[in-house]
């Protein structure tokens, strides 16, 4: 299980340390600012709030919310503490990892708790994974519109709802 568990964990530390990595590390370089702001100009916040350990702040801890809850979710859907925590890190990451050979149809084969709540939680944590968090970060400060301010945001939903029509 510790391998299991050092998997997860492994991927959830890499879906925002490579970012923490690489603004921790040249936080002081000139052009920082014009750099991390070429992508978010669209928002009309190229950071969430000014000071880059500030951001990081911000950021970590939207990643962790959306982390608990995911494990929560997964624990009202009847699946266990340790596989709960293990598939959060992995489902807001969009890593894929699983505890299990046939992933979370796994719960649906054993009859484990609520396998429909099981799926909706995990596809609503990887679409919330897939979004971009200055995105999440607008929305928590009530700006819905923030969710179709980006061209690849509103790529990005106009692909999830066409692939759910199609299916």
Known sequence: RATLLWRALTQWVGGLGILTLFLALIREQPGLHALAGAEAHKIRSPRPEPG?????????????????????????????????????LTTVSTGGFSTHDASIAYYAAADVGSPRLV?????????????????????????????????????????????????
Not at 54 to 79: E, N, P
């Open 52 to 88: 880059v350990l500030h951001t990081l702040r911000i950021l970590w801890a939207i990643y962790l919310g959306l982390t608990a809850f995911v494990a929560v979710g997964l624990l009202v859907g009847g699946v266990g503490p340790f596989d709960a925590i293990c598939h959060a």
């Open 119 to 167: 799926e909706y939680v995990v596809i609503l944590g990887m679409l919330a994974g897939g979004t971009s968090f200055l995105v999440h970060y607008q929305l928590l400060r009530g700006r819905v519109r923030a969710l179709w301010a980006l061209p690849e945001t509103r790529w990005w939903w106009l692909i999830v709802f066409g692939g759910m029509a199609l299916v």
